[in-house]
């Protein structure tokens, strides 16, 4: 028989860093995003920036606003390579802070203020170490769930994204196993956080997720 999932209030043991890989170009919520991040029901979390514009004067901004924040230098790079430099600093941060989960959030989605407790309580119910909600990309009548099916070609795998309202089906409020997800909204226990570090491939279209 299943247990019972444990309350909120018996959640509040774990030590969560909230990390945010982010460029100045996603300022167009900041200010919804912060007043939602920055409140959220869980008590023990604290919040760390890796921003990742031209310059340092947006990481400058997190920090005046009390959030600790890094510049991650992008000139040179491809996207993905510093998208990736910018997840290991917050990877790094998590692990030098000796935190036990580390939940990634990306500065333009806005999450349920319950976000972190009820991710925490699947990673404990259900005792997996990777948790991760979905989330809307694009806008307008173009917004869709960021979710993907996984297609056989022979010895090959590839994933497309669901546009059609097929999606619907997955919008149960239930646990399922994925064979990957995106890294916008996501719980990671330090069991993975420490021994896996993110990484990208050169010439690879995806992203570090």
């Not at 935190?99 to 309580?121: A, G, K, M, N, R």
């Not at 990777?130 to 996984?150: D, E, N, R």
């Not at 069991?191 to 995806?206: C, L, N």
Request: with cysteine.
């Amino acid at each position: 028989m299943r247990q019972k999932p444990p309350s909120f209030r018996k959640l509040k043991k774990f030590k969560v860093l909230l990390g945010t890989p982010t460029a100045e170009s996603k300022n167009y919520c900041l200010d919804e995003w912060l007043e939602r991040a920055k409140n959220l029901t869980y008590e023990n979390y604290d919040m760390f920036v890796a921003d990742n514009s031209k310059t340092d004067a947006n990481t400058k901004m997190f920090i005046e606003r009390g959030i600790k924040a890094v510049h991650i230098n992008p000139e040179g790079l491809v996207n993905q390579q510093y998208v990736a430099n910018s997840l290991e600093a917050i990877r790094k941060e998590a692990i030098d802070g000796n935190y036990d989960f580390l939940f990634i959030l990306e500065s333009d989605i806005i999450p349920p203020f319950t976000v972190i407790d009820q991710l925490l309580i699947n990673n404990i119910n259900y005792n997996i170490p990777i948790v991760s909600a979905s989330y809307f990309i694009s806008t307008g009548h173009h917004s869709v769930p960021c979710l993907q099916a996984m297609e056989d070609f022979g010895e090959l795998r590839h994933s497309v994204n669901i546009e059609n309202v097929s999606w619907i089906a997955f919008m149960d409020g239930k646990v399922k196993k994925v064979s990957h997800c995106g890294i916008g909204c996501i719980m990671i226990h330090r069991s993975v956080f420490t021994k896996i570090a993110f990484r990208w491939e050169d010439g690879a279209v995806p992203h570090p997720d």
